[in-house]
Antibody
Framework: QITLKESGPTLVKPTQTLTLTCTFS??????????VGWIRQPPGKALEWLAL???????RYSPSLKSRLTITKDTSKNQVVLTMTNMDPVDTATYYC???????????WGQGTLVTVSS | DIQLTQSPSFLSASVGDRVTITCRAS??????LAWYQQKPGKAPKLLIY???TLQSGVPSRFSGSGSGTEFTLTISSLQPEDFATYYC??????????FGQGTKVEIK
């Protein structure tokens, strides 16, 4: 059974850097064709894809946020870390991590973690 | 970026109704489209991938069709547990893998 869980701060101040960790089980990020992605959802709004890291360490970022995002993986710990710099109140959202495979896409997802940006 | 437009944004329906949601892409995406269901306070759940393939464990009352720029999600007989928000997502052209704005299905 594949599970993912996000962890990190629930509150960050404007201009700070957010660091979120996705800890997963049931698969290996060293398996060809697998990736882990991050997607966020502001309260009451739609989903927004942020970043993806592939099994071979290739990375993809949302063009609109690329300058602020970094995604890394630690295969031995079954973790993927997303950092987002210069946080702003508009970045307040629930952040989800999810496994990606080429045929199926994004499934399953973690439960999500709500991050509030406020001074 | 490829834009996805869902219609309607909101619909009110009764248990047993047949419901259809449309997702239109701003350019052709072949069959690289997924549909998700999201209930309040929960993560999205994948229903359909590759436009028409039902994800394992998803009831057969859900179906998807379309290719190119126009896609539909159909619920053949709406059940109480189906009241939720539905999103489409294109997986053809990235980055970014864009989502539609969502369709909220509520009880009439």
């Amino acid at each position: 059974q594949i599970t993912l869980k996000e962890s990190g701060p629930t509150l960050v101040k404007p201009t700070q850097t957010l660091t979120l960790t996705c800890t997963f089980s049931g698969f290996s990020l060293s398996t060809s064709g697998v990736g882990v992605g991050w997607i966020r959802q502001p309260p009451g709004k739609a989903l927004e894809w942020l970043a993806l890291i592939y099994w071979d360490d290739d990375k993809r970022y949302s063009p609109s946020l690329k300058s602020r995002l970094t995604i890394t993986k630690d295969t031995s710990k079954n973790q993927v870390v997303l950092t987002m710099t210069n946080m702003d109140p508009v970045d307040t959202a629930t952040y989800y991590c999810t496994i990606w495979t080429e045929i199926v896409g994004f499934d399953p997802w973690g439960q999500g973690t709500l991050v509030t940006v406020s001074s | 970026d490829i834009q996805l437009t869902q219609s309607p944004s909101f619909l009110s329906a009764s248990v047993g109704d047949r419901v259809t949601i449309t997702c239109r892409a701003s350019q052709g995406i072949s069959s690289y489209l997924a549909w998700y269901q999201q209930k309040p306070g929960k993560a999205p759940k994948l229903l359909i991938y590759a436009a028409s393939t039902l994800q394992s464990g998803v009831p057969s009352r859900f179906s998807g069709s379309g290719s190119g720029t126009e896609f539909t999600l159909t619920i053949s007989s709406l059940q109480p547990e189906d009241f939720a928000t539905y999103y489409c997502q294109q997986l053809n052209s990235y980055p970014p893998w864009t989502f539609g704005q969502g369709t909220k299905v509520e009880i009439k």
